[in-house]
């Protein structure tokens, strides 16, 4: 288990950007590829965006792909959403993830989860 907390999020209108960051802690963090999930209120968890161990690969949702943007700075054991063009679909609580194994898209695939943050597009 790697603890992660999570910060930004937040209220913007459609059409901003929001940035969120996901800082885990321990030796494990650098090693893992990660992950972005969101859940809008009444749906499902779905996947957002995943990176590799060392920033070298990403994939991305074809719902954010284009606007958002899956970054990470081991040395800060962090890993970003860089999210853009905002539209209200996109309004949900985001979760980071560490990735066990499975399909990367999987929630199942995924150990550790950060608090969730509350992102709300809306004008």
């Known amino acids: 288990q790697v603890p992660l907390v999570q910060f930004g999020g937040g209220a913007v209108q459609p059409g901003g950007s929001l940035r969120l960051s996901c800082v885990g802690s321990?030796?494990?963090?650098?090693?893992?590829?990660m992950g972005w999930f969101r859940q809008a209120p009444g749906k499902e968890r779905e996947f957002v965006s995943t990176i590799s161990w060392n920033g070298e690969d990403t994939f991305y949702a074809d719902s954010v792909k284009g606007r958002f943007t899956i970054s990470r700075d081991n040395a800060k054991n962090s890993v970003y959403l860089q999210m853009n063009s905002l539209k209200p679909e996109d309004t949900a609580v985001y979760y980071c993830g560490v990735y066990n194994h499975g399909p990367v898209s999987a929630i199942s695939a995924y150990g550790s989860w950060g608090q969730g943050t509350y992102v709300t597009v809306s004008s």
């Open positions: 321990g030796r494990a963090f650098s090693s893992a590829a």
